[in-house]
């Protein structure tokens, strides 16, 4: 053969070179790294029948779940899972449970209905446009009925006999104010008969009988109630008798000047009642619309009052005037009556304590645009919770203030403002 011959050369189809490839086994060049330990090998089957490549994604799966489940997350799919069919689960009550109970009833509100507003315990000042309509016992007398005895029955005789007793002018004796010191501070409570449970409530107001055989005394509480306690006695329990002639608290009270067997008490209610135990009825005295807060007699016959409310008006009420209403009513420069009382010799003249002054009024001068004081008092710091003329000639002011003082003014002249004397704290 001719060296420039050509010779055709058979070649079978797996020698045959496909185009767009090379026989250099550069192919093989590209396979996982995971699989460079058998470069030059397309796929090694191991003995079990899997290849290196299905036991490496076998592998990783399995390091996965490790994983996993050191995450807790398998877990925390399952609880999810869980969580969700109890909410379905309770969902599913409450629709039922809805189902069973009625519908909720509509507001005033959604309704469109005004709802009607009671008065709440005063317990601070209050302007005129608060007033509201309050809660009280029907207009008229009330039976006396003792809420702590069987019903039904009668007021206990003895009593009657004691609130009947007239008061006995005993001389007194004028004391030092040492000596008057010395006999408060060597005074006791008893362990016997020295205390009882008289009301049901707070006391906000108390008075004493004026008979002098036996000790009588009448509280008033929180919640309207008023007792009776004679220490004396057994009737009631432990001497003591309940009643409840008014719903709100009994500020003030007090037995008549002239008439003993007279009891008048005062409330939040807006009512003023007598007590008669004659005739076993609370009497209405006067009525208004707003809270009571304070009253005292203006004549010497207990038939004439001064009454203060919360909303720093006083009104003249005669009790012998048909009706249960006011002579005369005047509005004072302050926001509420904390307390009025009369001068026990000179009865035109009405002390008023507003706020943190008090001050001094002639009845007879009063006017219903203006009301001006023929004097006033001075330096307190505070409200003032009470303020009282000397029992016997007028010509000292006590007063008691919240910020736990007490002060005394002279007042013997009534034409400019009252000096301070003392101070107590």
């Known amino acids: 053969m001719k060296p420039t011959e050509t010779v055709n050369v058979r070649r079978s189809s797996r020698q045959t070179r496909k185009p767009g490839k090379s026989t250099t086994g550069d192919e093989y060049d590209v396979v996982p790294p995971i699989l460079k330990e058998n470069q030059r090998t397309k796929r090694k089957i191991q003995p079990g029948g899997l290849s290196i490549c299905e036991l490496q994604r076998l592998e990783n799966i399995r390091q996965n779940q490790e994983f996993l489940s050191s995450i807790k997350l398998l877990q925390a799919k399952q609880d999810l899972k869980l969580g969700t069919l109890q909410r379905a689960i309770r969902k599913q009550n409450k629709i039922q449970w809805s189902e069973l109970l009625p519908p909720r009833t509509k507001s005033l509100r ?148 002239s008439r003993p067997t007279e009891l008048l008490t005062l409330s939040y209610d807006g009512t003023l009642r007598s007590t008669d135990v004659k005739r076993a009825v609370f009497d209405e005295v006067y009525r208004i619309k707003n809270a009571l807060r304070t009253f005292d007699f203006l004549s010497d016959d207990s038939l004439t009052l001064v009454a203060g409310d919360w909303y720093g008006d006083i009104a003249i009420v005669d009790r012998r005037t048909p009706g249960t209403s006011h002579e005369s009513i005047y509005s004072l420069d302050t926001t509420t009556v904390c307390c009025v009382h009369v001068h026990p010799v000179q009865k035109q003249y009405v002390m008023v304590a507003e706020n943190s002054i008090v001050s001094i009024y002639d009845v007879r001068c009063l006017k219903e645009s203006s009301c001006k004081p023929v004097t006033q008092l001075l330096g307190h710091s505070d409200s003032i919770s009470s303020a009282y003329f000397s029992p016997g000639t007028g010509n000292r002011v006590l007063t008691s203030c919240l910020d736990d003082s007490i002060r005394i003014f002279d007042a013997s002249k009534l034409i400019s403002n009252a000096p301070l004397l003392t101070s107590i704290k």
């Not at 409570?189 to 009301?199: D, M």
């Not at 057994?234 to 409840?244: C, I, T």
Request: a negative charge; glycine letters at 6%.
């Open 110 to 257: 959604i309704q469109k209905i005004k709802a009607e507003k009671l008065l709440l315990e005063p317990h601070g000042t209050y302007s005129k446009a608060t007033q509201v309509k309050c809660l009280r016992k029907p207009d008229g007398p009330i039976t006396m009925e003792a809420v702590n005895m069987e019903e039904g029955s009668p007021l206990p005789y003895e009593l009657l006999e004691l609130w009947s007793e007239n008061s006995i002018e005993v001389e007194k004796e004028e004391l030092d104010l040492k000596v008057y010191r010395s006999n408060l501070k060597n005074m006791e409570l008893s362990e016997i008969g020295g205390a009882a449970k008289v009301v049901k409530n707070r006391i906000f107001s108390s008075a004493f009988h004026p008979c002098s055989s036996r000790l009588l005394m009448a509280a008033g509480d929180k919640s309207g109630g008023v007792a009776l306690w004679n220490l004396d006695s057994a009737m009631g329990n432990n001497g003591v008798l309940q009643f409840e002639p008014h719903t709100k608290p009994v500020a003030c009270m007090a037995f008549s000047t």
